[in-house]
């Protein structure tokens, strides 16, 4: 009897385990900052470097929240193994733009979003949000 309930503990514990390591991986990260971007020589898509402003946490993916339409929302996933795991990060991100694309926001948690790129209507140029690039 004890030999059962100690088996069953362990696959409880075991299981618990991985969940938390790889159910971190779909926690949204909304702390990321954009670091550096490039534009393609066409327009067609852009590359997006971030990084976390807090010291815990890394970046694994991205969605488009926008529709795929200008402009883009986008939320940013915690990569897997625990809160400061690291198992699939990355750290640059290709995004698709079409040639009415004006704004590219990150979300920032409880609904909110901070403008971090923006087309120049003048120029055509993409620029960033006032501040927004972290170095």
Known sequence: MKKKIAAVLTVIFA???LLYFIGTGFMEQTSVVLTDY???EDGSEIVL???TASSMGYVRDYADKGGKAKP???HFYSAFGGLNGSWGSK???VLELAPDDT???FYRGDGGYDLVLKKNKRTNAWEP???NIQG
């Open 15 to 17: 299981a618990s385990g």
């Open 38 to 40: 490039t534009i393609s």
């Open 49 to 51: 470097t971030v990084s």
């Open 72 to 74: 883009h929302y986008l």
């Open 91 to 93: 750290n640059e991100f």
């Open 103 to 105: 704004e590219i926001y």
């Open 129 to 131: 949000a006032s501040g």
